[in-house]
Every structure is written in structure tokens, then in C-alpha cells.
């Protein structure tokens, strides 16, 4: 499951998209809400489709508070997160 989930590899040359802007709070509200909904899906056996969304969605977010910690940790660090 090393494959990163692609939104146009079913919609090649897809015409729409859509873009969400979040403050931090609403980002961890959200991962915990995916990070119990994910926990669910792991309780059938069977790989499939939304899993695999759920997983890659869960560890997007992950990255997102994670990169927000750092740099509010690190606020003069010359690194670019």
C-alpha cells in the first residue's frame, strides 16, 4: 500500500476540483474523525477502495498538524517544512 491515492485516475482530464481552507483546530477535529472512521473500516478483512482513501486521507492530515507543530515549535528554524 506504498501507492499514493490519485483523485484524477479515474477522471483523466476532469474539468472540476474542489479546495478546503481549515484553521488547526478544525484539521485535528477532522483527523480524529477519520482516525475512528478509518479504525472501523480496519474491523471488516477486505481491502477496498475507501480503505485505502481513508488511510491516505489520514496520513495527509498527520503530515498537515504535524508540519503546524513543528513550525510553531520552531518558529525561528531556517528548515522549510
Do not use: A
Given at each position: 500500500m506504498d501507492?499514493?491515492?490519485?483523485p484524477f485516475e479515474d477522471e483523466v482530464g476532469a474539468?472540476?476540483?474542489a479546495e478546503l481552507r481549515m484553521g488547526i483546530k478544525e484539521a485535528k477535529m477532522l483527523y480524529n474523525c477519520i482516525r475512528v472512521y478509518s479504525s472501523l473500516i480496519d474491523l471488516k478483512d477486505e481491502e477496498s477502495e475507501e480503505?485505502?482513501?481513508m488511510?491516505?486521507?489520514k496520513n495527509k492530515f498527520f503530515a498537515i498538524i504535524?508540519?503546524?507543530d513543528l513550525q510553531?515549535?520552531?518558529p525561528d528554524s531556517k528548515l522549510d517544512f
Open positions: 501507492t499514493e491515492f490519485d474539468q472540476w476540483c480503505k485505502e482513501y488511510n491516505s486521507l504535524t508540519e503546524y510553531k515549535q520552531f
